[in-house]
C-alpha cells in the first residue's frame, strides 16, 4: 500500500511538547507522510512560559494550498488543530473544501480551551467559526470544555455518579445526528480513571475507552491523543480501537514523563516511546 500522507494545519511551538513538534514525530512513526502547514510559530508554547514570540503564518495558508494545489497533491486525512484567528478557521475550511476526496478522513480538534474557561485568544466569534469547521470533520476531538463549546452550552462539571449517561448523550449530541465521529476527551468513568467516550459514526455505536490517570495533567496530551487517533485510523483501526491506542500511549508518556521529574510546562517526554507506535 502506497503510504498515507496527511496535511496537519497547526502551530509550531520551538520549545515545548504540542502542536507540531507532537503530529509529525507521531504520525511518521505510524507511517504516515506528515505534511505540515503552520499557522504560526511560536519560540515556545503558551502555557507556563512568558515573553514568547509569536509570528503569524495566516497570509501563507492559502499561498502553500494554491501550490500544493496546482501539484495535484492528494491527501488520505486533514487534521487541524489550534488556529490563530476567525480568518485562520475560513482559511482552513476552504482547504478542506478543496482537497477533500472520497478517501479523505478529516479530523478536527477544534482547539478552543480548558477547564471551563476560554484560550485567551479566542473570541465569541471564533467559538462560533470553530463549530462551523467541525461540522466539515468526519471526526472530532474536543475535550470537556470545547464539547460545551460546540453545543452551546454552559460548561458544568459531570454529575457524580451519572458519568457514562452524561459523556453518551454528549456525545451523541456532538455527532450532529449521527454525522460524525466524536473521540470526547477527558472522560473519566471512575476515580483514577481518564480517556474518551466515543461515537463512531460508521456503526452508531458509543463506546468508552479509559485508562489510569497519572498524577496530573500534562501539556500537549490533547495534541498526542489526536495524533495517534489519527494515525491509527489511517492504518484500518476503527474508532474506538484507535482511541483505545491514543489513550494507552499517553499514559505510558505520562509514567515516563513523572519518573524523570520533567515540569510540567515541558509536556510529555514520548519521544523514547514512539516504537510503540511503529506498526508491527
Known amino acids: 500500500m502506497p503510504t498515507p500522507r496527511a496535511a496537519a494545519i497547526h502551530d509550531l511551538s520551538g520549545f515545548g511538547r504540542c502542536s ?3 503530529v509529525i514525530p507521531i504520525l511518521s512513526a505510524m507511517g504516515v507522510q506528515c505534511c505540515p502547514l503552520p499557522t504560526a510559530f511560536l519560540s515556545t508554547h503558551t502555557g ?6 509569536f509570528l503569524d503564518m495566516t497570509e501563507e495558508l492559502p499561498r502553500a494550498a494554491r ?16 488556529l490563530g484567528s ?13 482537497f477533500r476526496r472520497e478517501d ?10 480548558d477547564d471551563g474557561r476560554a484560550y485567551q ?21 474536543p475535550n470537556l470544555t470545547e464539547a460545551a463549546f460546540l453545543l452551546g452550552q454552559e460548561y458544568v462539571p459531570l454529575p457524580a455518579g451519572e458519568e457514562d449517561a452524561a459523556l453518551r448523550k454528549m456525545v451523541q449530541a456532538l455527532s450532529l445526528d449521527g454525522k460524525r465521529s466524536v473521540a470526547l476527551t477527558g472522560a473519566s468513568l471512575a476515580p483514577g480513571k481518564t480517556g474518551a467516550m466515543c461515537f463512531d459514526a460508521r456503526t452508531g455505536d458509543i463506546h468508552p475507552v479509559q485508562t489510569d490517570f497519572i498524577v496530573h495533567p500534562l501539556h500537549g496530551t490533547g495534541d498526542v491523543f489526536a495524533s495517534v487517533l489519527t494515525g491509527a485510523m489511517l492504518q484500518g ?17 505520562a509514567v515516563r514523563t513523572v519518573e524523570q521529574q520533567l ?16 506498526p508491527r
Open 20 to 22: 507540531l513538534t507532537v
Open 48 to 53: 507556563g512560559f512568558q515573553g514568547f514570540t
Open 67 to 82: 501550490h500544493w494545489e496546482s501539484l495535484g497533491l492528494h491527501f488520505q486525512a486533514i487534521y487541524s488543530g489550534f
Open 86 to 98: 476567525e480568518r485562520q478557521i475560513d482559511l482552513v475550511a476552504d482547504f478542506i473544501r478543496t
Open 104 to 113: 479523505t478522513l478529516v479530523v478536527v480538534d477544534p482547539v478552543m480551551g
Open 121 to 141: 485568544t479566542y473570541t465569541p466569534a471564533m467559538c462560533a467559526g470553530m463549530a462551523r469547521l467541525a461540522a466539515l470533520a468526519d471526526v472530532i476531538t
Open 237 to 253: 483501526k476503527n474508532l474506538a480501537d484507535a482511541a483505545q491506542q491514543a489513550v494507552d500511549f499517553i499514559r505510558a508518556c
Open 263 to 278: 515540569p510540567l510546562r515541558e509536556g510529555v517526554d514520548f519521544e523514547p516511546l514512539l516504537g510503540l507506535l511503529i
